[in-house]
């Protein structure tokens, strides 16, 4: 069973220009939680007392699940976590050349001792460690494996392989995470960011190659492009999976929107499982091959996510998506008179931008019909 560790409460929150209150964080965990979350990654103690408060409300909430918190591996950000009454962290360090010359000067062994004190220390307080590997897609490999080596020495309980600045390719963390796992023996969490739109391919492709566990955010928010979005991969689990969880759409509708409110993001239309347009059919073929066979162009059903199908009448609709509307007008309606409104639908269309709805299609039936008349 592969895990869903979402962070919609970190590093989603790190999104510029996104600053949840403490009601709406407790509302987004409740319901991440009742639409399938298995983890939520809820805050980062050490940003101060205010943090903290927001982080003891959620674990007030008694939710029946693993709740963490993120930390630098160091002792005072350990320190703040365990104040707050966390029972599992992460503790991240930079794994790559980059990050650690950055960071620590280069000085690849602080990095090092850093993580066993820290590690050590909540091991003996009997707390769920994740390391997370920040930059692991541009580590150094002979440091990476020492890492690795650590975090299993000292009884982590899991690491986090990090796309940090979303570079792979799905192929490439296919490679990645089956190469780590030759030598890791710890579960693999998957956290991949979207710079070029592949989050949730990588996270699959993770996944494939043996990871068992995924950070999300709800509709992808996070630092610059966002993440893997929580409701996409869920779909994925279940629809091409295979896994056997419940989803509400009902619940997964409403945070969705809790989460699109808060963080003030408007919804793309076409936005994968939870866009309002997923199921509008418009071009001739699909219209007409969805109304002879149900759901022959889709991959999984509205109902499954709370949505409806539709078939707007636009510029590429054919004859079939005409008599579909006008049927409810005109039930005798003939073939050869829808075709021949076709060149007028489209012409409309174009020049208003819209589609046109089913009473404006009679109408100019009707308007038609009658010019025909007159002719004749």
């Known amino acids: 069973m592969i895990t869903i560790n979402d962070t919609t ?24 939680y009742e639409a399938g979350a298995d983890e939520l990654e809820i805050g980062i103690p050490a940003m101060g007392e205010a943090e903290r408060e927001d982080i003891r409300a959620i674990l007030s909430l008694g939710l029946p699940l693993r709740l963490m918190s993120w930390n630098r591996a160091t002792q005072s950000d350990l320190e703040a976590s365990l104040a707050c009454g966390m029972k599992a962290v992460d503790l991240s360090i930079p794994v790559s050349t980059k990050m650690v010359a950055a960071k620590f000067r280069g000085k690849y062994a ?58 792979l390719t799905p192929l490439q963390t296919y490679r990645a995470i089956r190469s780590l796992r030759r030598h890791c023996t710890l579960p693999v969490e998957m956290h991949c960011h979207n710079d070029y739109g592949m989050a949730v391919a990588n996270s699959i492709a993770g996944i494939e190659a043996g990871a ?26 279940i629809g091409q999976f ?35 347009r997923l199921f509008w059919h418009e071009s001739g073929i699909h219209a007409d091959g969805n109304q002879k066979s149900e759901g022959l162009y ?18 590429h609709s054919g004859s079939a ?10 039930p005798l309606i003939e073939k050869g008179e829808a075709s021949d409104l076709l060149p007028l639908v489209r012409e409309i269309v174009t020049k208003n ?5 089913a009473k ?17």
Do not use: W
């Open 9 to 32: 409460l970190r590093d989603g929150e790190q999104a510029p220009t996104v600053a949840f209150t403490q009601e709406e964080k407790c509302e987004i965990a409740k319901l991440l």
């Open 110 to 167: 602080k990095v090092l001792s850093n993580l066993e004190e820290t590690l050590t220390i909540a091991k003996k307080e009997g707390l769920f460690v994740c390391v997370g590997m920040e930059d692991t897609s541009r580590a150094n490999a002979r440091f990476l494996k020492e890492v690795i080596a650590l975090a299993m020495e000292r009884g982590a309980d899991r690491v986090r392989f990090c796309d940090t600045v979303g570079i």
């Open 212 to 237: 068992q566990s995924v950070n999300t955010t709800v509709i992808g928010i996070g630092e610059r492009a966002g993440n893997a979005g929580f409701e996409q991969v869920l779909l994925s689990l």
């Open 242 to 276: 295979g896994q056997n969880r419940t989803l509400d759409s009902t619940i997964l509708k409403a945070l969705v929107q809790k989460v699109a409110k808060a963080a003030g993001v408007a919804l793309a239309p076409t936005a994968p499982v939870v866009g309002s």
């Open 298 to 315: 889709e991959p999984f059903s509205p109902e499954l996510v709370g949505a409806s199908r539709e078939y707007p009448i636009g510029k």
């Open 321 to 330: 998506n005409l008599i579909y509307h006008l049927k409810q007008f005109v």
């Open 353 to 357: 931008k819209k589609p046109l709805s």
């Open 360 to 376: 404006e299609l009679f109408c100019l039936y009707l308007s038609h019909k009658r010019h025909s008349q007159k002719e004749g």
